[in-house]
């Protein structure tokens, strides 16, 4: 039997009879220590081939930066054990389903079901609906060219870059408090760290009573529970993502305090206009000067979570609701940001059918294939608000893996549409 257990190829799927018993001396190898088997019986199930495309034990070794930073590090890890050759991203991506047994992405993926699960409670828990809206469309939901057209029998139709539209209407139907967990569709040609060209969206809309800040307070209250309730239901599976990925434990508050910091857009310019920035109050923050902010925030306030409210006017979408103080220039809209990048942008929306057709009008928004939107607001809408998170997005900046397609189950991007 010991031949041809040795004989079985790495990988492949056994089943055995054995006994359990304690060995002398704690087998430091195996990550169960204080057990071994005396193995009676050994079938092969399923066989693995000889050749694999990698051996899973390179998968997962700490991670490395780049070579320099891995050539200025020590060759053995903390336990004395040699550091071996590590996976690149492609290899790993074009091999995913062999990838993704390493524990570390079984850790991954659980504490990605972690955050959908988190969300979806704090929201049913508070008398939201969950909804399912379309997602081919008859126009593009953004009313912008990042839109993917597909044949639609004799016509085109479009998919979905969010489910905005729906959101309200469902609040026009009567539905004060909507979400949605489902994909979302952007044709940018980004080839970035963080973009993908389908992802996961986690969308929320709620009315609300006197100001949009009842619902920013709601969204901040619900980010928070999260980001608590992975550290408190989670801690197994962050540990072992946390080996890999040695990464600073994310910090949800400014130091010394227990609530989330907000500036608004201005302030946001000030702070980058006091360390070298040339930008106007109005200006558009690119992502550069947005991780720059996110740096100069952990620096000062210790924490890398935090909102920008009050954005310009100009570069939010025509659904957008303008600011009562300075209408032509200010916008009820906010941004969230973790370690200096945005994982969700939301506002107040118009709710105003008249106001909605002139900014639609404004800005160039072809108005005949979104009638039926348009035309839903002439039946009466509460005033509400609302945001999209990108969950890929939001795990890669909590665990800090550096690139959004580690934390995509199979990523799509504009170079990838397989596996």
């Known amino acids: 039997m010991v031949k041809f257990v040795a004989s079985t190829n790495p990988e492949s799927l056994v089943r055995l009879t054995a006994t359990v018993s304690k060995p002398d001396v704690p087998i430091e190898s195996c990550t169960v220590k204080d057990a071994e088997l005396k193995i009676e019986t050994w079938f ?44 690149n991203l492609d290899t790993r991506l074009n091999n995913r389903v062999f990838e993704l047994r390493t524990p570390t992405n079984h850790a991954l993926f659980r504490l990605c079901s972690g955050v959908c699960r988190l969300f979806r409670d704090y929201l049913l828990d508070r008398d939201f609906v969950e909804i399912h809206s379309p997602k081919l469309i008859a126009a593009a939901s953004e009313g912008g060219a990042n839109v993917f057209k597909v044949q639609y029998f004799k016509g085109s139709a479009y ?4 489910p905005q539209l729906y959101k309200q209407m469902m609040i026009i139907s009567g539905f004060p408090r909507v979400f949605e967990v489902g994909p979302v569709f952007r044709a940018e040609n980004s080839n970035t760290h963080r973009h993908l060209t389908e992802f996961t969206g986690l969308d929320l809309e709620m009315a609300f009573n006197d100001h949009y800040h009842e619902v920013l307070d709601f969204i901040l209250e619900m980010f928070v529970n999260i980001f608590q309730g992975l550290e408190k239901n989670y801690s197994k599976e962050l540990a072992e993502v946390r080996r890999v990925w040695k990464v600073k434990e994310f910090q949800i ?8 910091l907000r500036m608004d857009y201005k302030d946001a310019i000030r702070i980058l206009n006091e360390n070298g920035v040339d930008l106007n109050e109005t200006d558009d923050i690119d992502t550069t ?5 996110g740096t100069l925030i952990k620096k000062s306030h210790g924490c890398d979570f935090y909102v ?6 100009a570069v ?26 945005e994982i969700m942008s939301g506002a107040q929306r118009v709710h105003d059918h008249d106001l909605l057709v002139s900014r639609a009008t404004e800005l160039g928004v072809e108005l005949d294939g979104l009638r039926d939107y348009i035309d839903s607001f002439k039946l009466a809408a509460s005033p509400h608000a609302g945001g999209g998170i990108g969950l890929e997005r939001v795990l890669m900046l909590y665990l800090g893996t550096g690139n959004i397609r580690r934390t995509s189950l199979f990523p799509r991007d504009p170079q990838r549409l397989r596996p």
């Open 316 to 341: 939010r979408p025509f659904y957008t609701m303008p600011s009562h103080a300075d209408p032509k220039k200010w916008s009820n809209s906010y941004d969230i940001f973790m370690r200096g990048e």
């Open 159 to 162: 998919l979905a870059q969010s």
């Open 44 to 87: 092969i199930v399923s066989n693995a081939p000889s050749r694999l495309p990698f051996q899973l034990e390179d998968a997962m070794r700490p991670h490395v930066e780049d070579e320099e930073q891995k050539a200025s590090e020590d060759a053995s890890d903390k336990d004395g054990a040699t550091q071996g050759p590590n996976v």
């Open 253 to 260: 508050f400014p130091n010394g305090k227990q609530e989330v």
């Open 308 to 313: 920008v409210d009050k954005f310009p006017l």
């Open 289 to 293: 000067n947005e991780r720059f902010l």
